[in-house]
């Protein structure tokens, strides 16, 4: 198995907000799961890459969505000229090379997924493959991370406490402003005056959440905006396609923040 | 505008019977209504206000036109006062009693149907006073003496005016309403029958000159985005929202009033055209960036020190910098402000025949704001670079802008400026506020006499008519961190039921409504229909389970038989509780609205509990309140095994609201039931209109702690629990307790439709 092959070879991007590499190292050197929470895109899977470049382990990284099985982690049998052949999942290849597995979104997963991460997360670290009747023993090089959004009201959409409790958590939020527009800047080389604009809009909504947005702005949707502007597209309309479209059809908190973007740019 | 409410309030029967006493009518049909609109009336009025409602009931009562005018002013006014004050109670008896002094009389029915509207849409005690005059001003210019006899004819306009009252006020503001009026009046004012036309929107001149005074942008249609305007742009994340109040501009003949912020909110006018090639919306955006510039930047200044001049070059220099720092923030805005912004021209004052102190004040005012303007005086430029350059660094600071203007009113003074005659042209900036909120004035009135509160009236549970024994819940302690075992009893009763009929006329009220949320239950339903795969027998056969079973015989492995798959119906396995805060503040007419918080969750339960029957999901529905730790109650609704049927449908359109909000203990309750299902997802859902609060605890955060303890081990226990808050100033605390598992109805009218939705979408 080539562990070579999910290695990242050039650093990511991340601006720390916190002592949060620090924390993950010291989680990694006990190899404990990790759940990284907080609101979409505000830098959870980019921390993660950044990470795992950091201490130099492969990275293997799974967007779970609605149609993810187990044995779509796990592996399957598959049709050969010759007969069948196991296939390994990305679970199962990780935990034999010594990967950070990360599971991005998992709550979009269906629930039965869950379990079989269950004895990963664990004293044990194994792997149990049924159909195979092999066990794996996770290699110590190992870690499981997954990825969760509180945000997102949705029951449906929620861990039990028996998923919970076998994490350790880091809290992740938008980055504080400055911070924010440095990651624009160094992300899309905007000018960094825009940048601060940029983020002065979504901060603007941001403030909103709970009066009938859902959720704020993302960053990553301010990265968006950011390269339309730098792509040459005007600063309203990319403000509007980026930032004001995606996130509402209310026609009145649509108008505020329309006024917002023309007031933060003298446009 | 506030009135405070009692949280809990009961009428006892002695109370009740006092009250009685104090209403001079002996109308047979009052017994029927007189205890609801009672306690309607004693959670929302002050104990002068209650006289007033009594008094102004009585005088009423006394005009002799029959029971129904009585009726509407006892149903009605509470919630006037409580959205305008007070003193709104007299001024409509009187001015009911002055009617039936006339030949009109017949028309105060009408008269009084069309006050709660139109203080619903006018907004303020201000422009209902003002509407009261305009209607008697058409109605004594309308009604006719016939000459030669003692003999009058009665307005034959105002029965039909009356009649569209409520439409009209949705489309002019006050003053298009009144020269509306006017014209008809004039034209038509001595054709009954062509004035009767007019006034009922009948004819076409009628129709033609409401489209010509239908101009502008009405604040009343604006409102929601302005709020969104402060929350997102000037407000902190949970600071508190000031209320904002219309005026309307063009009633007071003397001076044209000019917007203004004080304690109790933000005073704007009722309507703005476009001006200057800024639309109405902007203007009011322009006004209020100008004052949370104002709230955000300005320090107070003695008044006493300074000569009126002063104060009017100190009041600009600051308008002034509030501007700078208002652009500064926002760049965009300064297109807008300085097309607001007049641009006087130097030679147009003559300081030999009139005061051009405004004058000069309106120039610097423009020279320091704009860079382009072209101006000749060497003294402004002096003082506009001094201004600059006190701002260069950073925000300066009200002291600053004293000194600035005092020494400018020094170097500019002239003789001339004392003239009577003051150039007031183009020196009017339109977004300003007047100001007041500077100024302190150190020779204030006799401290306002602190009221006691009334000792908290200790209510003897009236004691528990309830059936079953307590349950006693532990409540958390935060200032000791620790657990009182046992601390609050809660009775569980069967809540009484009237009849269904209320709640399927809510239904049959909301068919659109329920029409569209059927599109979305559809939408659901595909998950009714599941596949179920690995069946030996089903309807067809699992073609990716098939070729797994034979690439399982071909390696050698028994191949799995159950290849096939069949449908099932539904797929969703979700046991949901609803949980209605019932204290005493949901009895509350929330304003803009005009119907009470509870009738709208009312509603808006009635549609929920459509949906969810029609979705299948196990459902249960509770009523909660609290009267000190003793007696917390919980009214049971609809049960997880019953039906939704007319008992249910009872029993909902029968809740009432009273006492306060213990909420901790009510999740405890609700969450024991839902502990019970064996459902695989549990939703308790929270609908309620303020924060965790009863008479028997001072510590405003002990109980929203405690409720926070609770969502925590509800959640140990697998509970999901979301609440639906419809306290607009819900930020302050709500995500304290509920986490990001909540939501904020701002525009509360809207419930009714919401509930369903978000129900929908949390199960989605
Ligand atoms: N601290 C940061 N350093 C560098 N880039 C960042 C940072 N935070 C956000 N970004 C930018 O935001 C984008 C989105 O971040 P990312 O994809 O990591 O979000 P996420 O939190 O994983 O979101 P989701 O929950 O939707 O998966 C990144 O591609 C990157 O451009
Ligand atoms: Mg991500």
Redesign the pocket.
Known sequence: MDSEHYKIESEP?????GNEIDLYTAAYASRLPMMVK??????????IEHMAWKLGKPLITVACNEDITASDLVGRYLLDAGGTRWLDGPLTVAARIGAICYL??IVEARQDTMVVIHPLTDHRRTLPLDKKGERVEAHPDFQLVI?Y?PGYQSLMKDLKQSTKQRFVALD?DY?GAG??AD?LV??TGIDKAVAGKLVQVGMTARKLKGHGLDEGI???LL?YAASLIKGGVAVRDACRMALVRPVTDDADIRSTLDHAIDAVFEV | MEITTPQTFVLQPEALKTYREHLTCSFPQLDDVFADCMTEAAALLSPKGIDDYLAGASRVCMIGRGFEPVLTYLENMPRVARQVGAEALPLISQAVWKMSRTPNGCAIPGFLQTIAEATRRLGSLEQLQRYVDLMFDMMERTTRSIPGFHDTIPSPGMPGLLEQIPFLLSQLSLEGLRNWINYGIHNHGDHPEQQRDFFQLQSADSRAVLQRERHGVLFADHERKLDLYLWAMWLEQGEEKPDLVPYSESFDESRKPQPYFDKLGIRVPDIYDDLNGVSGLDRYRALLAHIAGHRRWSGPVIADNFSPFQRIAIELFEDCRIDTLVMRRYPGLRRILLSLHPTPTGEACDPEAESCIRHRLAILSRAVLDPDYDYGDPDIREFAERFQNLLVEGESETKDMVGLATSFVARTRRQSDQLPNVRYTDTVVDYRDDNRSLWVFTEIGSEEASFDLNEKQVQEADSPEFGLPPRHYHEWDYTTQSIRPDWVSLYESLHPGASPALVDKLLARNTALAARLKQILDMLKPQWLVRVRYQEDGSELDLDVAIRSLIDFRAGHIPDPRINMSHRSDGRDIAVSLLIDLSQSVADVPAGCQQTVLELSQEAVALLGWAIDKLGDEFAIAGFSSNTRHEVRYQHIKGFAEKWDDNVKARLGALEAGYSTRMGAALRHAGHYLDARRAEKKLLLVLTDGEPSDIDVDDECLLIEDTRKAVQELDRDGIYTHCISLDRRADEYVSDIFGQHYTVIDNIERLPEKLPQLFMSLTK
């Open positions: 991007f991340y601006a720390p907000q907080g609101p979409t895109g505000c830098g959870k899977s980019r921390f991005d979104e990825s959004n992740f980055a911070l924010e990651i160094k992300e993302s960053t990553r990265v």
